[in-house]
């Protein structure tokens, strides 16, 4: 079902970079790395735990599409950061589930490790 007041369920057609049956991904417009990319559902889920489980395969397929995809349009792309927000105390600002697809490139911080950890500051490194 479709929410009008929703920014993902009224994207603009020209945004879609890949789709499938029940998912479709663009670029997010404030990416933390060139090529950042969104990966949502068609169907109006507020986050990751309203989704079937035909929808999570759904992202996934394209996730995993797209990791191709990029790897080949940017030879300098040597990793990733896969995640998502749910619930506002966890950073969620949009709440129609998306999954980011980052892109990481060798040197694009100083210390990559911890990776995800980050979230919350000085758990990051150990």
């Known amino acids: 079902m479709e929410n009008n007041s929703c920014i993902f369920c009224s994207l603009e057609k020209n945004r879609v970079i890949k789709s499938n049956e029940l998912?479709?991904?663009?670029?997010?417009?404030?990416?933390?790395?060139?090529m950042h990319t969104l990966i949502a559902p068609k169907r109006?889920?507020?986050d990751y735990?309203?989704?079937t489980q035909v929808e999570v395969v759904a992202c996934n397929n394209l996730?995993?599409?797209?990791?191709?995809e990029l790897m080949e349009e940017d030879s300098s792309i040597e990793g990733?950061?896969?995640?998502?927000n749910v619930g506002e105390v966890a950073g969620q600002t949009i709440f129609h589930c998306h999954?980011?697809?980052i892109p990481r490139r060798k040197g694009d911080v100083e210390n990559p490790r911890g990776g995800v950890r980050h979230i919350i500051p000085d758990k990051g490194f150990y």
């Open 23 to 34: 998912a479709l991904a663009f670029r997010d417009n404030f990416p933390v790395t060139r």
């Open 44 to 46: 109006h889920a507020k």
């Open 49 to 51: 735990f309203e989704l």
């Open 63 to 68: 996730i995993n599409q797209l990791r191709l």
């Open 80 to 84: 990733f950061n896969i995640g998502m």
């Open 99 to 101: 999954i980011h697809l």
